[in-house]
């Protein structure tokens, strides 16, 4: 199925709680693989050192009901490409018009050339309990984080979206 126009709002949401809610354009839904397309929603600049989003920032996201990641291509206002934030996630629920996404804290990072691929945020992993308190979940995060790397290394990585 694709849609023209659809407006989903999509709810991040972190150790029971709802992070961040913004609007964004569903762009595709094949029942498996969503795609989206929504300005940058923070609150101004987020300097990671080794990428800013910014005001004018255009994040193309990508979720699946059947994988434990979602990818978000960045782009700057100009259409100039970033690269990729990868979230390790549950798989996305999409509910009526909300999409619901659980944010396991692993995330990785790849740049538009591909030559920074970084694993990000493994500390918080440890730290939030996961592994203690749904085994199954920070396996399934874990080997996520695996593959993502993997596919990030790849050339043709944004052939991997589909």
Known sequence: ?????AEVSVVLVKAG????RYAATLLHDDGTRLAVRAPWAGDGVRDFGFVRFEAGDVFTEYYWRDRWYAVK???????????????VTRPAVLTGTELVVEDLDLDLWRSADGTDVRRLDEDEFAESGLAARD???AAA???ALTELERRAHDPGFTVLLG
């Open 1 to 5: 199925m694709s849609a023209n126009s």
């Open 135 to 137: 085994p199954g979940a």
């Open 17 to 20: 709680r709802t992070k961040i």
């Open 73 to 87: 291509e960045v782009r700057s206002a100009a259409g100039a490409l970033k690269g990729w934030y990868c979230d």
């Open 141 to 143: 995060a874990v080997a």
